[in-house]
């Protein structure tokens, strides 16, 4: 469903995608994870035509994306819009349109790109957002609603264009920890109705769960990638390790005599149960 | 009385009997005029431009050697010369003053030292127009509060057209946005006659007086100045002095000595506070002018400015630069010089637009930038993630700005394009120097009549007032209304 073909990105003189190429069949769910700046970001971006890329290829479905400096011809733009319009994207700070209600937000993309009729995409918005859980919250405006609310209306807003494949940025990381869980769980019930997704989170629980494959990047490559439960039991690299401390130090940091643990103390396994955040038993 | 009036009073109770001392002692006879569009009474030498040339140049000096001092001119717009004599910024006024009952009300005159005629001044090509009464129907300019205007107005069933200055009636008779215009024979000496495109039609007429004025205390300073000017015709000064500036005919001298002074009518100062009525409507008639021309060119302002904006933003390179440039230009230059250009400046280009039309354009083009550049912000304020998210869902760029960005931007511009508009509100004065008559011509029209700058001053101030602040009050109610983060 999505393949990235040795992309390279640079800003300015600093090179932020160093080769990545990825292959994500249809209904996959694969997580990206990785330290700040790695370009994992950049990467969704690419995917997304926000940003555009030196050299490489991306390809959604049937439409491929090559890379181009500066003037976009016709066709070009018209390849880049049919991509855009298959593929929702889902940012860390929900980009909400402020002057519009919930429902306003979701109808305007399907009314003005699709061209569907006022009745038509508010009977879908209004579905969309019972499956968000928020049908009752149509007609508030986004500085009505929580943080975790306005993140849910922006994953309505994004199913509104019926894409073929979600990516998710950071979606939770601006949230307060007890409004996470409902956006979670939206994305968990998108994933198990065979959503095609691509998401960069550090919700490890939501990883271990719901990914088919995750992938760990560092400086603009792909270090490692595998089933989530191998990568974070048995990770291969040692860069990996070392971030995977770095990001599961929930349990940890909640110590015994509330010291907090040396990194070298306790194993994977502890780290990785720990980060269940509904405390589930350890498996196996 | 008004408090004009009882300024007035004091300062010339202060003044009184000191001044021709204290021009001796100073040794300069600091004179009134306005060298702007002077000649060729008093202006830059041409060949020279540091150098003040004229005849009244000339005249002074004679005076000064008459009285022992030298003579020192001091540039005061010609509409404010009376007013500025009364605050003592100069000695005496020597600049075309003419004699008449309502200066004569205001301060007093010397005999007079030049007998002045109305010419009128026609294109070569002009038949129909032989004396004063032919003028009737047609489309005539004049100097703004000079003789020929209130001859014209008094006359009546003429359309008149008011100017800044006498090259501009010219300017604007080869444009053929006037018929005909009407200035003092010296004026017409100088500027038209060399003019192989007009022409004098018909005999000069109603004979006038220049006297010097002085304030109406100094009554030893102005008997110094009669006595100077009798030694100046009898002596043959005066004559030598018209000669070389092509003024002489048979009859000045003659006209000169035959002078009667006109009686003094006492103060002629008219409360126009008390008599509202008579001067509200004359007011508001220029307002409704004023407002005509703020909201045509607020339109043009907003409309091109959005456009400017969006260029500079999202346009391709030349569409970039050429927006850039158009922003630091047109604020980079005083809105006065772009009028005259527009409206003066173009006819040489083949293009001519009436006096409301380049009002309009040059206060749009103007006022254009500054909104270009309010958009900008207010585009720019907009977050990234919008027209992301727009772009994300499919959207292509222009309709994420016209959806998302701009309903947005919007809101956040309202307030400095009111501002905006308050102030082109007030800067539509400046269109004046085209001949509009709004509400501040109106002012300078009556109160140089009236000379109560105060009384008028204060009705004209509550005018602008009365307009504008509902305008604000309207700006802040939409403000309120595209509020969306209500909560």
């Not at chain 1, 994500?24 to 995917?47: A, D, N, Y």
């Not at chain 2, 040339?53 to 009376?82: P, Y």
Request: charged residues 25%.
């Amino acid at each position: 469903m999505i393949t990235v073909e040795n992309l390279v990105k640079s800003f300015r003189h600093q090179r932020v995608l160093n080769g990545i190429s990825l292959e994500q069949g249809k209904g996959e769910v694969v997580v990206l994870i990785g330290p700040s700046g790695c370009g994992k970001t950049t990467l969704l971006r690419c995917i997304n035509q926000l940003e555009t890329f030196d050299s490489g290829r991306v390809k959604v479905g049937d439409i491929a994306v090559e890379a181009c400096r500066g003037h976009l011809s016709k066709d070009d733009r018209a390849r880049q819009l049919l991509l855009r319009s298959r593929v929702g994207m889902v940012f860390q700070s929900f980009n909400l349109f402020p002057h519009m209600t919930a429902i306003e937000n979701i109808i305007e993309a399907p009314m003005t790109v699709k061209e569907w009729t006022q009745s038509q995409a508010v009977k879908r918005g209004l579905d969309l957002l019972a499956k968000v859980g928020l049908e009752e919250k149509a007609d508030f405006y986004p500085a009505q609603l929580s943080g975790g609310q306005q993140q849910r209306v922006a994953i309505a807003r994004a199913l509104a264009m019926e894409p073929e494949v979600m990516l998710f940025d950071e979606p939770t990381s601006a949230l307060d920890p007890e409004l996470k869980e409902d956006v979670l769980n939206v994305m968990r019930r998108l994933a198990s109705e065979g959503m095609t997704m691509l998401v960069v989170t550090h919700e490890m629980a939501f990883a271990r769960d719901m990914a088919d494959r995750l992938i760990f990047i560092e400086a603009g490559r792909i270090v490692e990638q595998g089933p989530a439960d191998v990568i974070c039991r048995q990770p291969k690299h040692d860069r990996t390790k070392e971030f995977l401390k770095t990001i599961l130090p929930r349990k940890s940091l909640k110590g015994a005599n509330g010291k907090p643990p040396h990194p070298s103390q306790g194993t994977f396994d502890d780290v990785w149960d720990g980060g269940a955040p509904d405390g589930e038993q350890k498996d196996g | 009385m008004s408090l004009a009036a009882f300024a007035l009073v004091v300062l010339a109770a202060g003044s009184f009997g000191g001044v021709l001392e204290e021009m001796k002692s100073r040794g300069f006879l600091r004179w009134g005029a306005d060298a702007e569009g002077g000649a060729p009474y008093v202006f830059p030498d041409p060949k020279n431009p540091k150098l003040l040339i004229g005849f009244e140049v000339e005249i002074a000096d004679a005076l000064g050697e008459v009285l022992g001092v030298r003579e020192e001119m001091v540039q005061n717009s010609w509409d404010g010369l009376v007013s500025a004599l009364d605050r003592g910024s100069f000695d005496v006024i020597l600049n075309g003053l003419e004699i008449t009952p309502e200066h004569l009300g205001q301060i007093a005159m010397s005999r007079p030292y030049y007998a002045y005629t109305q010419q009128i001044v026609v294109l070569n090509d002009e038949e129909g127009v032989r004396n004063v009464e032919s003028l009737k129907g047609k489309r005539v300019g004049v100097l703004s509060a000079s003789v020929a205007h209130r001859l014209l107005e008094k006359m009546g069933g003429v359309d008149i057209r008011i100017y800044p200055g006498n090259v501009e009636t010219c300017k604007d008779l080869k444009n053929k946005r006037i018929d005909a215009t009407v200035m003092d024979l010296p004026i017409a000496t100088h500027y038209a006659k060399p003019d192989p495109a007009l022409k004098f039609a018909g005999k000069p007429f109603a004979v006038g007086y220049y006297g010097v004025g002085v304030r109406k205390g100094d009554k030893e300073l102005l008997r110094e100045v009669d006595k100077a000017i009798g030694r100046l015709i009898a002596n043959g000064e005066l004559k030598r002095i018209y000669k070389k500036w092509g003024l002489w005919d048979g009859e000045q001298e003659r006209r000169l000595r035959e002078y009667k002074p006109v009686a003094d009518p006492g103060s002629q100062k008219v409360s126009t506070l008390r008599e509202w009525r008579q001067y509200l409507p004359l007011l508001l008639k220029g307002a409704v002018v004023t407002v005509e021309i703020s909201f045509m060119s607020m339109a043009v302002a907003v409309g091109l400015g959005l456009l400017l904006a969006l260029g500079r933003l999202f346009g391709v390179a030349p569409v970039r630069w050429a927006s850039t440039a158009y922003v630091e230009v047109f604020r980079g230059t005083p809105l006065l010089i772009q009028l005259y250009l527009i409206y003066y400046g173009l006819p040489n280009l083949g293009i001519r637009l009436s006096s409301l039309a380049a009002a309009v354009l040059g206060l749009g083009l103007n006022y254009a930038a500054y909104e270009a550049e309010n958009y900008r912000a207010g585009i720019q304020a907009i977050p990234r993630g919008q027209m992301e998210a727009a772009l994300s869902l499919g959207m292509t760029r222009w309709q994420a700005l016209r959806r998302i960005v701009l309903p947005q931007a919007v809101r956040v511009v309202i307030p400095p394009i009111s501002n905006d508009f308050i102030a082109l509100f007030k800067d539509s004065s400046l269109v004046s120097v085209i001949t509009m008559v709004e509400l501040t011509k109106v002012y300078g029209m009556l109160a140089t009549t009236t000379y109560d700058y105060m009384g008028l001053g204060l009705m004209t101030a509550a005018i602008y007032f009365a307009l504008s602040y509902p305008a604000s009050l309207a700006a802040n109610y939409v403000e309120r209304s595209l509020t969306y983060d209500h909560r």
